[in-house]
């Protein structure tokens, strides 16, 4: 491990553990949220190459099934996400089955069409609750034992939640999984003629990210409550993207910066209307176009070089 | 259901699959070119329609001429022209720089633009839409069609659109400027080697698929009313449209249009709450069945 991503480390799990105490838990939380969409976006456009442009469908989808089954299933706060979870993986594994069939842009075209299937059926379905989202979402006791609607009790759940899946992303970026995914980035043809069933790998990193995601958004849920259209937009789709790519897709830790900037900006801009839009466009394009490495990879870079 | 009805569902099929298909071709041909998805498609379709909107309501009160309008023929002009014009800007000053990177790049690039766009319209007109009044008087009024009473303005937006659609076919499989354009997708060293600047070929070319889909605004003006909004959702659908027919033809982009929006009608009347899905299912299965697409070469 490089001693950048060791300081990395460091900072994330001082700054995760000190946070509640210095923002606002439910800002926090949703920094988290966000920070695991992220990472979970990021392990299949940064190192497996495949731009998906629908996975609002898994982070809202999650997010209304979590909220449903635990308001009117009962179900306690982690059987519920649980839930939530398993739902995004079967939807991932159905659309990425379809997806990978066509390479590139009409990649993430097909991956935008599918999810606004899932937008439709948000909006019309008897249970979402249709234009108000799916409110009053209860966040239990969790295990019977602590009472979440104690914003700090919460709140290190969430960070639980976000450190397992960070491990797990973590776990298998540095796998010979992890490796193939890369070598199919690097040179699809090549990985298929060294014997590597390219579509399968592909279609384990579609479905591993569109679990994570849905994770993200079951966990979202829990802590704003309510599962709302927002979620399963393909605008929230097109911000895991930025979120990526302006932290630096391909890199561990670049999403979490990524997904924090974002959303602190978001969060200073809630006054402003329909600026945000325009001012997350322009960031869109001035990041595409000057900063292509996004935060992490461009310190990564200088670094490296420095040492060199 | 009886044929009347089903004619009936036909042409108001036909009316949306118009603008699916001016929208996909437009698509198709700046892909054929560029190698890149224009996500701002649905952005500058949405700015052709509100060119003709502010023309006809705003701009004469801000020129401190109340009474003066930019009527509908002149917005059907002006728009593409000024949309394409501000096409040609990104193409020239943004996308040109991400040729030599990976596609997806010129893919979020456009998408930024498209929320700009969005963004700047949303801060300042109704996102629930705003109503152009400057209809034509020669196109107003019903036409009876035999099976059933049509609006003029909407068998007109159907008649024009065709002859849009096939006269960009015309010009760009059968003339020798389409035989140069086609040329350039091929071989762009080669045509450049024969002394045809290549680039600007590029930059005109992003100019007119843009234009085109000003034209799609202008039209869809009068139909739906104006909204920031009105490009957002139907891009989506267009790119569904792009998949199921594949982007290597020009005829299958216009093709394509025109059938799904015939089957939207359709279902429309057979089973509405599909209506709005309808076309992503048939992706689902044209991808299972034939994932290059309908007119798509196998890669």
């Known amino acids: 491990m490089s001693i950048m991503n060791r300081v990395f480390w460091v900072v994330l799990i001082v700054a995760g553990l000190i946070a509640p ?94 999810a606004q299937i899932i937008f439709f059926l948000a909006l019309k379905l008897p249970f979402t609750g249709g234009e108000n989202g799916l409110q009053g979402v209860p966040r239990g006791t969790l295990l019977g ?129 329909s600026w945000v839009q325009v001012a997350i466009g322009s960031i869109f394009v001035v990041c595409v176009l000057l900063f292509r490495r996004g935060f992490v990879g461009e310190l990564a870079r200088r670094l490296g070089a420095k040492s060199a | ?119 700047l319209f949303a801060n300042y007109f109704n996102i629930s839409g705003t109503p152009y009044p400057g209809q034509p008087e020669s196109l107003s009024g019903i036409v009876n069609l035999g099976f059933m009473y049509f609006p003029k303005y909407r068998l007109f937006a159907i008649l024009f659109s065709i002859v849009v659609c096939f006269a960009t076919w015309f010009v760009i499989e059968r003339t020798s400027l389409g035989a140069v354009l086609r040329a350039g997708v091929e071989n762009p060293k080669l045509v450049e080697a024969f002394g045809i600047n290549v680039p600007r070929m590029v930059t005109l070319t992003f100019g007119f698929g843009v234009a085109l889909a000003a034209l799609a605004g202008v039209l869809a003006a009068p139909i739906y009313s104006v909204s920031p909004l009105m490009g957002a959702d139907l891009i989506i659908t267009v790119f569904a449209v792009v998949v199921i027919g594949g982007m290597g033809s020009i005829l299958g982009a216009i093709v394509t249009g025109l059938m799904l929006g015939l089957v939207q009608g359709l279902t429309q009347a057979v089973y509405p709450p599909a209506a709005n899905t309808v076309i992503f299912f048939i992706m689902v299965v044209v991808l299972l069945i034939r994932p290059a697409g309908l007119f798509g070469k196998v890669v």
């Open chain 2, 1 to 119: 259901m009886s044929l009347n009805a089903i004619l009936a569902q036909t042409m108001l099929g036909l009316s949306q699959g118009v603008f699916y298909a001016m929208l996909s071709l437009g698509l198709a041909i700046i892909f054929g070119l560029l190698n890149v998805i224009n996500f701002a498609h649905g952005a500058l379709y949405m700015l052709g329609a509100f060119v003709a909107l502010i023309g006809y309501s705003y701009l004469g009160p801000w020129l401190g001429q109340p009474d003066w309008h930019m009527g509908f023929w002149t917005a059907l002009v002006v728009s593409p022209l000024l949309v394409g014009g501000l096409g040609m800007l990104i193409e020239r000053f943004l996308l040109r720089r991400l040729y030599d990177f990976d596609h997806i790049y010129g893919l979020l690039l456009t998408f930024g633009i498209a929320l700009i766009l969005q963004g």
């Open chain 1, 21 to 114: 105490h210095f923002v606002y838990p439910v800002f926090a939380m949703k920094l988290l949220c966000f920070a695991l969409f992220a990472c979970a976006f990021n392990l299949l456009l940064g190192y497996a190459g495949l731009l998906s442009f629908g996975h609002a469908a898994f982070f809202g989808g999650a997010a209304y099934i979590t909220g449903h089954a635990v308001k009117v299933w009962g179900l306690s706060p982690l059987p519920g996400i649980l839930v939530g979870t398993l739902f995004a993986m079967v939807l991932g594994a159905i659309f990425g089955s379809l997806a990978i069939r066509r390479q590139g842009i009409y990649f993430a075209m097909i991956t935008l069409a599918l």
């Open chain 1, 145 to 273: 034992v602590v009472d979440l609607s104690d914003p700090i009790a919460m709140y290190y759940m969430v960070f639980a939640i976000f450190l397992i899946g960070f491990l797990i992303i973590y776990r298998t970026v540095h796998s010979p999984f992890g490796q193939i995914l890369t070598a199919i980035r690097e040179n699809e043809p090549r990985a298929r003629s060294l014997g590597y069933d390219v579509e399968r790998f592909k279609l384990i990193a579609f479905t591993l990210s569109a679990a994570l995601a849905g994770t993200a958004g079951a966990t979202k849920a829990l802590v704003f409550q309510f599962a709302s259209l927002t979620d399963v937009h393909w605008q929230m789709s097109g911000e895991v993207v930025l979120m990526t790519l302006l932290g630096g897709m391909g890199t561990l830790f670049g999403p979490v910066a990524g997904a924090v900037t974002i959303v602190t900006l978001q969060n200073e801009l809630a006054s402003f209307g």
